[in-house]
């Protein structure tokens, strides 16, 4: 099972942060999910939200500061506890700190279709200039960018982000032609994965949290998870691995790290 950070490390660093993207890296993790939003100058930023409230505690759209404006405002309200300031960082301070990511999903949220559009150039530039066609997919709930991401560049990878059963998820990926289809795991049932895999689609999967739906969704056939928690849901499955290989043929009962953890 693939593990993907949510924001990074949601739940245990500031979300869409350079520390938190750290924090996780140095527990091993190498793929995330992060989401990108158009600064005041044009650049791509790492925010969930279209305005700065929620995650600084000052107040306005983002696109009303400018990249260097808000790498100094303080990204740890309502988020993870941290000791130390942290700001906003861009898309390229991210790229430019980890040159071994193996993959990122990059989901940009609806907002006002001139600023997607420049957003959606900036991004195709990144990818091009930097290579990153196998290990970028742009996600999105908005159709539109999506069909702007694929008519720039029709080897950059998209995802369709679904969060409602109607309209089907699977039928509107395909009409995109995405290679990916992020769902709201509480979608997810064995036979859309089935006719995802028919498709050629990465199922992948979000916000999930605990071990017990992990191993549903594990057992439904998704190929990846994104959970606020990448450092110990990476450790679970990594220990398991290890158990497994040292079982004996004859069986697992009563050898270390035959049970399964509890659902947390």
Same mark, same amino acid.
């Given at each position: 099972?693939? =593990?993907?950070?949510?924001?990074?490390?949601?739940?245990?660093?500031?979300?869409?942060?350079?520390?938190?993207?750290?924090?996780?890296?140095?527990?091993?993790?190498?793929?995330?999910?992060?989401?990108?939003? @158009?600064?005041?100058?044009?650049?791509?930023?790492?925010?969930?939200?279209?305005?700065?409230?929620?995650?600084?505690?000052?107040?306005?759209?983002?696109?009303?500061?400018?990249?260097?404006?808000?790498?100094?405002? #303080?990204?740890?309200?309502?988020?993870?506890?941290?000791?130390?300031?942290?700001?906003?960082? &861009?898309?390229?301070?991210?790229?430019?700190?980890?040159?071994?990511?193996?993959?990122?999903?990059?989901?940009?949220?609806?907002? $006002?279709?001139?600023?997607? $559009?420049?957003?959606? !150039?900036?991004?195709?530039?990144?990818?091009?200039?930097? #290579?990153?066609?196998?290990?970028?997919?742009?996600?999105?709930? #908005?159709?539109?960018?999506?069909?702007?991401?694929?008519?720039?560049?029709?080897?950059?990878?998209?995802?369709?982000?679904?969060?409602?059963?109607?309209?089907?998820?699977?039928?509107?990926?395909?009409?995109?032609?995405?290679?990916?289809?992020?769902?709201?795991?509480?979608?997810?049932?064995?036979? @859309?994965?089935? !006719?995802?895999?028919?498709?050629?689609?990465?199922?992948?999967?979000?916000? =999930?949290?605990?071990?017990? #739906?992990?191993?549903? @969704?594990?057992?439904?056939? +998704?190929?990846?998870?994104? &959970?606020?928690?990448?450092?110990?849901?990476?450790?679970?499955?990594?220990?398991?691995?290890?158990?497994?290989?040292?079982?004996?043929? !004859?069986?697992?009962?009563?050898?270390?790290?035959?049970? +399964?953890?509890?659902?947390?």
């Amino acid at each position: 099972m693939i =593990v993907y950070g949510h924001r990074g490390a949601k739940g245990e660093a500031p979300e869409n942060t350079l520390p938190g993207f750290i924090h996780a890296y140095r527990h091993g993790i190498r793929h995330f999910e992060l989401d990108l939003v @158009l600064s005041k100058d044009g650049i791509p930023v790492l925010i969930h939200d279209l305005t700065v409230d929620r995650t600084t505690g000052q107040k306005g759209n983002v696109f009303s500061y400018t990249a260097d404006e808000l790498a100094t405002m #303080d990204a740890r309200s309502n988020t993870s506890s941290w000791p130390r300031a942290v700001g906003i960082p &861009t898309l390229n301070d991210l790229l430019d700190k980890f040159d071994d990511l193996e993959h990122l999903q990059l989901e940009v949220k609806t907002d $006002n279709r001139q600023r997607l $559009n420049i957003l959606c !150039n900036r991004v195709t530039e990144i990818i091009q200039k930097r #290579d990153l066609y196998q290990r970028v997919v742009i996600t999105s709930t #908005d159709t539109w960018f999506l069909k702007e991401i694929r008519r720039r560049n029709k080897h950059i990878h998209i995802g369709l982000v679904a969060e409602r059963k109607f309209p089907r998820p699977l039928n509107t990926a395909m009409r995109l032609g995405c290679e990916y289809l992020i769902l709201n795991w509480k979608l997810c049932s064995r036979t @859309l994965v089935e !006719n995802a895999h028919r498709r050629g689609m990465h199922v992948s999967t979000w916000t =999930v949290n605990r071990i017990h #739906d992990m191993l549903q @969704l594990e057992e439904m056939g +998704v190929d990846s998870i994104i &959970t606020d928690y990448p450092t110990s849901s990476r450790m679970f499955f990594d220990n398991r691995a290890r158990a497994l290989m040292t079982l004996p043929l !004859n069986g697992t009962e009563g050898m270390p790290g035959s049970r +399964v953890l509890p659902a947390g």
